[in-house]
Each structure stands twice: as structure tokens, then as C-alpha cells.
């Protein structure tokens, strides 16, 4: 009689690597979750949104060939579709290259129908005291810079 060998093949994935995998990921989401809900990200995502604002009114100015406007705030900004931005509610300031606050009135930045505006630099700031400045050329180039 032939003894035959049955073929010792495995499918599938065993308790424990399962569960090794599932802490894995579980790990990794939790480095995640701090990452997101940090001073640091909501800097770089608002600092990002207003370069995205400040980017589509320079647009709108040239599209149309007329100006477009951009009002800035110490705690807000309303982009050119007058969507207004609340800077303070998440904990973020923006003020001028100086230092000094922006005016009560807030400070109307306007792109020319080719899509120029004069030199501009902002500062904006979280509590932790991170800095991203928002820089503009008299071309219309927008810029971030981390301080």
C-alpha cells in the first residue's frame, strides 16, 4: 500500500496575525489622529486656504478684467466670492510684516485686471507660536514661507 502525503498548503491568516495587524493599523491611525487635530496642521491647512483665496481672486481679476478684492482681518479673512474665513475660532492671527494688527476696517488687498497688486507679507500664527508667512510680489506671485 502507497502511503500517500496530503499536502500540508495553509490559506488564509491565523488568529494572531490577524490581531497583530489590526494593532498595527490601529497604531498608526492614533499617530494620525494627533498629527491632524495639532496647532501645526490647522496652520499649514489655513496658511494653504488663503493662498488658495488670494490664487483664485488674482484669477477672477484676470478672467474678467476687472479687479477683485480680498478683505484681511487680525482674526478673518473674506475671499473674493465674500465667503468669510474665521481665523480666531481656530485659535490662528494673522498681521502685517511689522508686527502691528491689521486695521478695525481690515485691509482691502486688490489684484489690477492683470492680476498685479502691490508687495504684501502677512504673518499667520497659532497659539503654539508657529509662524507661516503669506508672502505677495507686484507680479501677482503668491508664496508661503515657515518661519
Not at 10 to 30: F, K, N, V
Not at 105 to 111: I, N, Q
Amino acid at each position: 500500500m502507497l502511503n500517500k502525503k496530503k499536502s500540508a498548503s495553509c490559506h488564509g491568516l491565523t488568529i494572531i496575525e490577524a490581531l497583530l495587524t489590526l494593532a498595527i493599523i490601529s497604531i498608526l491611525s492614533g499617530i494620525a489622529l494627533v498629527y491632524i487635530n495639532s496647532d501645526s496642521f490647522r496652520l499649514n491647512s489655513e496658511a494653504r486656504n488663503l493662498r488658495s483665496a488670494l490664487s483664485q481672486a488674482r484669477m477672477l481679476a484676470v478672467k474678467t478684467n476687472q479687479s477683485a478684492t480680498v478683505k484681511i482681518w487680525t482674526g478673518k479673512y473674506e475671499d473674493s466670492s465674500g465667503v468669510v474665513v474665521d481665523l480666531q475660532a481656530q485659535g490662528l492671527t494673522l498681521a502685517f510684516s511689522g508686527g502691528g494688527s491689521l486695521p478695525d476696517g481690515g485691509y482691502t488687498l486688490r489684484f489690477s485686471p492683470s492680476g498685479t497688486t502691490p508687495n504684501s507679507h502677512y504673518h499667520l500664527s497659532n497659539q503654539s507660536g508657529e509662524t507661516i508667512s503669506i508672502r505677495m510680489n507686484s507680479v501677482g506671485r503668491i508664496w508661503l514661507e515657515r518661519n
